[in-house]
């Protein structure tokens, strides 16, 4: 099973700035990484996948980067509505279909 | 509109059996793998199952094999899984998920791209 780790687990960011989430792999999972939004009440949200591709409806400032097993999330210019939590997910050495433990992103 | 919509949860006691459906509509269900996801209270995510568009392959996390089953209808877009003996432990929100359109993917390894608000299930005595 491929252990996703992500890094930090809270962090604080002004409105305006840049945030950078953080999520490893056990072992390469190639370019095949998703990261998920989730809102208090809500279900996740895909917003990239193929580790850099947004999915359909999420605005530019959301980017994905990295392969392998080390991977990044950057959201610039940040909106109150980018306030959740980031979910990491490898999908290509399956079962399982594994999941970081989440980072919360929350208004400093 | 893509949508998912999942019922069936509900507070059953320890021992007991539970079955959860997802209902699709607005896309074509039957060229889509299907999975299910859960959340325990405060938690992360965490795979519970998932199948195949045909039905044919299915697959299961450990905490659940042997005492969920999950299955399909395609002639009524609908995805189920039937939760036996459950514990406290699998207490949790159930979210089903579409697997993405295999051309978007590569080497048909795709994310979860569609989800349902999810169905919560208490299981406590």
């Known amino acids: 099973e491929i252990v996703m780790t992500q890094s930090p687990a809270t962090l604080s960011v002004a409105p305006g700035e840049r945030a950078t989430l953080s999520c490893r792999a056990s072992q390469s999972v190639s370019s095949n990484l998703a990261w998920y939004q ?3 009440g809500q279900p996740p949200r895909l917003l990239v996948y193929g580790a850099s591709t947004r999915a359909t409806g999420i605005p530019a400032r959301f980017s994905g980067s990295g392969s392998g097993t080390e991977f990044t999330l950057t959201i610039t210019s940040l ?3 980018d306030f959740a939590v980031y979910y990491c997910q490898q999908y290509n050495n399956w079962p399982p279909w594994t ?3 989440g980072t919360k992103l929350e208004i400093k | 509109q893509e949508q998912l919509v999942e019922s069936g949860g509900g507070v059953v006691q320890p021992g007991m059996s539970l079955r959860l459906s997802c ?4 896309f074509t269900f039957s060229t889509h793998g299907m999975h299910w996801v859960r959340q325990s209270p405060g938690k992360g995510l965490e795979w519970v199952a998932t199948i195949s568009y045909d039905g044919k392959h299915k697959y299961y996390g450990d905490a659940v094999e042997g005492r969920f089953t999950i299955s399909r209808d395609n002639s009524e877009n609908r995805v189920s899984v039937q939760m036996n ?12 998920a579409r697997k ?3 051309y978007h993917c590569i080497g048909g390894s795709c994310p979860f791209d569609l989800w349902g608000q999810g169905a919560l299930v208490t299981v406590s005595s």
């Open chain 1, 79 to 81: 909106q109150s509505e």
């Open chain 1, 99 to 101: 999941f970081g433990q």
């Open chain 2, 100 to 102: 993405m359109e295999a």
């Open chain 2, 85 to 96: 003996s459950l514990t406290t432990k699998d207490t949790a929100v159930y979210y089903c």
């Open chain 2, 23 to 26: 209902a699709a509509s607005g």
């Open chain 1, 38 to 40: 989730q809102k208090p």
